[in-house]
């Protein structure tokens, strides 16, 4: 069934609904949830459940759910209903191909590389430094994912910002399947800092170089887990 703390937090989102209740507005609302976390893999999204979260149509609900399938967020399963995905291996790989694009020439060329910029990315380090410290290795993956969008804001594009959204959501569900999240986060802990250092100094080529090279080891990290989930 879906989390309590997902449905409490899709409530708080319905005056953002209200303003325009569409399935694009519900689809944004749901997504979230996943890219923070609160809905996991293989948990049961009934209809009737977000109708009443975020007030709207069954029919809005029926389309917003009908957008994240499409985006691999979601699946259908006939007689069942909807559940959040488990991403496949494959699924990993591409979506890394698409971020080794992304992310790296964002930081490289962005267009909208600035002070505030570069500040969005420090109150993401600091926040994951924080969680750490706390012991919540769930938020440090949080403000991973907040870190990972403010990169891309570089760019200035809200079609990258968008895609990016897509891929975070994707992404979160794919954390979800190690056995081990601190052993996961920690790392990254410290490249981020690294890469946000390289951008506060103006060194926008040695930070995009470190950018691909942390997706390259966070792919093969994952693949391991993978592989040892299998085993």
């Not at 979260?53 to 209903?81: D, F, K, M, P, Y």
């Not at 992304?102 to 505030?116: K, L, M, Q, T």
């Amino acid at each position: 069934m879906t989390s309590v703390d997902a449905l409490a937090s899709l409530g708080r989102a319905r005056a953002l609904v209200a303003r325009s209740t569409t399935a694009e507005r519900v689809a944004d609302a749901v997504r979230e949830e996943v890219v923070e976390g609160r809905l996991r893999p293989g948990e049961r999204l009934p209809e009737q459940d977000v109708c009443t979260a975020l007030a709207v149509s069954r029919n809005t609900v029926r389309e917003a759910l009908s957008q994240l399938v499409a985006e691999r967020v979601l699946v259908r399963e006939a007689h069942r209903g909807v559940f959040v995905a488990r991403p496949d291996r494959d699924a990993v790989r591409d979506v890394y191909r698409a971020r080794r694009l992304i992310e790296p020439a964002a930081v490289r060329y962005g267009e909208a590389w600035s002070r505030d910029g570069v500040a969005a990315l420090r109150t993401a380090v600091q926040e994951g430094h924080a969680a750490a410290a706390a012991g919540d290795w769930n938020a440090v993956g949080s403000a991973n994912q907040h870190f990972h969008r403010a990169l891309v804001g570089l760019a200035g594009s809200p079609r990258l910002d968008q895609q990016m959204g897509l891929l975070l959501a994707e992404m979160r569900l794919v954390f979800h399947r190690m056995p081990d999240v601190r052993e996961f986060f920690e790392p990254y802990l410290a490249r981020n800092d690294a890469i946000c250092a390289l951008l506060e100094a103006g060194d926008r080529a040695a930070a995009a170089d470190a950018v691909t090279d942390y997706l390259d080891a966070a792919l093969a990290q994952l693949l391991d887990a993978y592989d040892a989930l299998d085993r």
